[in-house]
């Protein structure tokens, strides 16, 4: 699995990196006819998954340059970010890629409520 992690990750952080390298990885990916890849986010602290989503390649560049996990919503044709609305937001300390390059796990931290 190929892996982009952040050096703040452990501190609860979430992990950055400049636009253009992570407009390189995002067109790395493998993505539907309908321009998505699955997302698994999974709890950094205890290993349990969360939540299985889908993003596009906005959704991919806006989670490596921010540290938050961002998402594409199926059902309202929108870019979200988890917990917007909740406030349960994640942030991430890891990306990773299968050796297929068509989906991707986020190790996460959850911030809020």
């Known amino acids: 699995m190929q892996e982009k992690t952040s050096p703040e990750g ?4 979430g992990m950055r990196i400049g636009r253009k390298e992570a407009e390189k990885f995002s067109s790395s990916l493998r993505y539907s006819k309908e321009g998505l890849i699955p997302v698994v986010a999974f709890d950094s602290s205890t290993g349990k998954p969360l939540m299985l989503a889908y993003a596009n390649r906005e959704a991919v560049i806006r ?7 961002w998402f594409y919503s199926r059902e309202r044709k929108r870019l979200w970010k988890k917990g917007e609305t909740s406030g349960n937001l994640l942030t991430v300390a890891a990306v990773r ?6 989906a991707l796990v986020y190790e996460v931290k ?3 409520k």
């Open 10 to 13: 452990d501190r609860g952080k």
């Open 63 to 69: 989670t490596l340059t921010s540290g938050f996990a």
């Open 97 to 102: 890629v299968d050796c297929d390059t068509d």
């Open 110 to 112: 959850v911030k809020g």
